[in-house]
């Protein structure tokens, strides 16, 4: 039988030597939305084990604003302004347009993660669940 000071070092040591599982890497086997993603060489995780990012699905939207100046030349066509409630229509022949613009809108991803793709995994606490937080590219 132990006796306190043992148990006690003992109860440190199994804290002491728990394995750190940090950022680790997968191979995509299976895609979304039947996901299947390989660990190492025997273990296989399924969307049951998987929260993923959404930036890597498609259909992933965000909306986008994008200024900047924009620039033609030797273009023709026609150039559309609205002052006030009445539009002026201008036939442009050729010529140069330079004007600052901003555009406003949403983009959508129309890829998805696909089979043979490295994928950033961070283990859960319970070592049950990953997040799989991005696409991996190696230069």
């Known amino acids: 039988m132990m006796d306190g000071i043992s148990e006690l070092a003992k109860m440190f040591r199994e804290r002491d030597n728990k394995n750190y599982l940090g950022p680790q890497t997968g191979i995509v086997i299976s895609p979304p939305p039947n996901i299947?993603?390989?660990?190492?060489?025997?273990i296989v995780l399924t969307k049951?084990?998987?929260i993923i990012a959404d930036h890597?699905?498609?259909?992933?939207?965000?909306?986008?604003?994008i200024k900047g100046n924009m620039q033609t030349s030797g273009e023709g066509g026609s150039i559309t302004l609205k002052?006030?409630?009445?539009?002026?229509i201008y036939t442009v022949v050729t010529g140069n347009v330079s004007a600052n613009t901003t555009i406003i809108g949403s983009?959508?991803?129309?890829?998805t993660l696909k089979t043979g793709?490295?994928?950033i995994l961070v283990?859960?606490?319970?070592?049950q669940t990953y997040f799989?937080?991005?696409?991996?590219?190696r230069l």
């Open 48 to 50: 049951e084990h998987l």
């Open 117 to 119: 793709d490295e994928v």
């Open 36 to 42: 299947q993603v390989t660990l190492g060489k025997k």
């Open 83 to 88: 002052t006030s409630s009445t539009p002026t």
């Open 56 to 65: 890597v699905l498609k259909d992933y939207q965000r909306e986008l604003e």
């Open 107 to 111: 983009m959508k991803y129309t890829d």
């Open 123 to 127: 283990p859960a606490t319970d070592e």
């Open 132 to 137: 799989l937080i991005d696409k991996a590219v």
